[in-house]
């Protein structure tokens, strides 16, 4: 069964490092989204591409925060700096349309 | 303001008992969708189950059902014959219109005990 595709699984960084994650979608799916979830929360849309394009990235702290897709295929998402507050684990997600998401594991975040 | 709420921090069940995880949402768009996701301990999003605001029935998916009630604006979770493999974080989202898009919007989850 295809499933998406995220790494690393788990990252230590200092903060004021750069750290970046990866994310391989669902071969076909064309919408592709990033997902913070800070410890005891719900998931929070980052940001959303459609094919190569960003749809939104209004919740995207833009300062520190970047995300491309350039081929419309797997997607890497920065922060740098790094804070304290970004420890979070950060969620991918892909779908064929706009229904159903399917997430990938997941990168776990820790910022010291 | 809230769009999607989900009042119960953390549930315990009997194994073999039935379940409800409640959620009640917030919009003016008249098409929307409702999903309930579960997340183990090991932090992968499974989705479970999906409600369209224009479908007549409650959807079902095996053991899981989903309550909705849209004049109440609620969509409740009702897992039956609970599993000791069902204690995980339960999540309701709701997807809605924007700019011509689609958004989806998590609750803040539950956390399920399946007692043995």
């Known amino acids: 069964e295809a499933e998406v595709a995220q790494s690393p699984r788990y990252k230590i960084t200092e903060k004021s490092q750069a750290v970046a994650f990866w994310c391989d979608p669902i071969?076909?799916?064309?919408?592709l989204y990033w997902y913070r979830q800070i410890l005891g929360q719900g998931p929070e849309l980052l940001v959303q591409?459609?094919?190569?394009?960003?749809?939104?990235d209004s919740q995207l702290p833009k300062d520190r925060f970047s995300a491309e897709r350039l081929k419309g295929v797997d997607s890497t998402l920065k922060i740098q700096p790094a804070e304290l507050g970004d420890s979070a684990m950060y969620l991918c997600?892909?779908?064929?349309?706009?229904?159903?998401?399917?997430f990938g594991p997941g990168t776990r975040l820790t910022v010291t | 303001a809230q769009k999607i709420t989900q009042t119960q921090p953390g549930m315990f069940v009997q194994e073999k008992e039935a379940v409800t995880l409640d959620c009640t949402y917030d919009t003016s768009d008249p098409s929307y969708g409702l999903f309930w996701y579960k997340q183990p301990s090991s932090g992968e999003m499974i989705f479970l189950i999906y409600q369209g605001s224009y479908d007549q029935q409650n959807a079902t998916e095996g053991r899981y059902s989903l309550n909705f009630q849209k004049a109440r604006k609620s969509a409740n979770l009702v897992i039956s014959a609970s599993q000791l493999g069902d204690s995980a974080m339960y999540f309701c989202?709701?997807?809605?219109?924007?700019?011509?898009?689609?958004?989806?919007?998590f609750g803040a989850g539950t956390r399920l005990f399946v007692k043995a």
């Open positions: 591409f459609q094919d190569e394009s960003v749809v939104d």
């Open positions: 997600a892909s779908s064929f349309d706009s229904y159903e998401q399917y």
């Open positions: 071969s076909g799916h064309a919408t």
């Open positions: 989202a709701m997807r809605e219109g924007r700019d011509g898009g689609f958004k989806t919007i």
